[in-house]
T-cell receptor, first 114, second 115 residues
Framework: KQEVTQIPAALSVPEGENLVLNCSFT??????LQWFRQDPGKGLTSLLL?????REQTSGRLNASLDKSSGRSTLYIAASQPGDSATYLC?????????????FGEGTQLTVNP | DAGITQSPRHKVTETGTPVTLRCHQT?????MYWYRQDPGHGLRLIHY???????DKGEVSDGYSVSRSKTEDFLLTLESATSSQTSVYFC??????????????FGEGSRLTVL
């Protein structure tokens, strides 16, 4: 059974700091990995998707990496801003043979202080 | 915007009553999902659908049923609601067709309280 762990559970940083969020998974047979952002009381917003054949993806100040063999992904946020405060979730996808279902970590709650 | 609408967005009901949550999509996606989100458990899959009348169970399907009679609507039913089903329910769709990136997009959620 796939298990996804996110460390730390919560993180508080001053504005402008670069930071890394970690995600680990137990079964390396994944199709892709997706990072989401969730604001309080809201739905999930997709940030980045990395296919199993890729090593990293970038979008603006965000960079996600994937090391499938070691079962790890990181989300790097450059020059953090108060607007980045949210919960960040990673999820792994086992592919169409499993219905493209996602298994989620419990998230990292990020607070960026002005 | 993946064109996903969930209804109702908020509902309070009593133990033992039936409840149906609706997920509507406008972009003809084949795959649709129902997740629940609870503190300490994260998001867990309840049921999913891979086409009209084609559904399968997720990891927490007990006490829930689903139906998909047309592509755009995926219904989640609690036949007899219990307090343990108090949760936030999210619908998701998988973008693109077979062989696509497999990116999932989520609705805004439906908050259900069972008293």
């Amino acid at each position: 059974k796939q298990e996804v762990t996110q460390i730390p559970a919560a993180l508080s940083v001053p504005e402008g700091e670069n930071l890394v969020l970690n995600c680990s998974f137990t079964d390396s047979a994944i199709y892709n990995l997706q990072w989401f952002r969730q604001d309080p009381g809201k739905g999930l917003t997709s940030l980045l998707l990395i296919q199993s054949s890729q090593r990293e993806q970038t979008s603006g100040r965000l960079n996600a990496s994937l090391d499938k063999s070691s079962g790890r992904s990181t989300l790097y946020i450059a020059a953090s801003q108060p607007g980045d405060s949210a919960t960040y979730l990673c999820a792994v996808n086992r592919g169409e043979t499993s219905g493209s279902r996602l298994t989620f970590g419990e998230g990292t709650q990020l607070t960026v202080n002005p | 915007d993946a064109g996903i609408t969930q209804s109702p967005r908020h509902k309070v009901t009593e133990t033992g009553t039936p409840v149906t949550l609706r997920c509507h999509q406008t972009e003809n996606h084949r795959y649709m999902y129902w997740y629940r989100q609870d503190p300490g458990h994260g998001l867990r899959l309840i049921h999913y659908s891979y086409g009209v009348k084609d559904t399968d169970k997720g990891e927490v399907s007990d006490g829930y049923s689903v139906s998909r009679s047309k592509t755009e609507d995926f219904l989640l039913t609690l036949e007899s609601a219990t307090s343990s089903q108090t949760s936030v329910y999210f619908c998701a769709i998988r973008g693109g067709n077979t062989g696509s990136t497999g990116e999932l997009f989520f609705g805004e959620g439906s908050r259900l309280t069972v008293l």
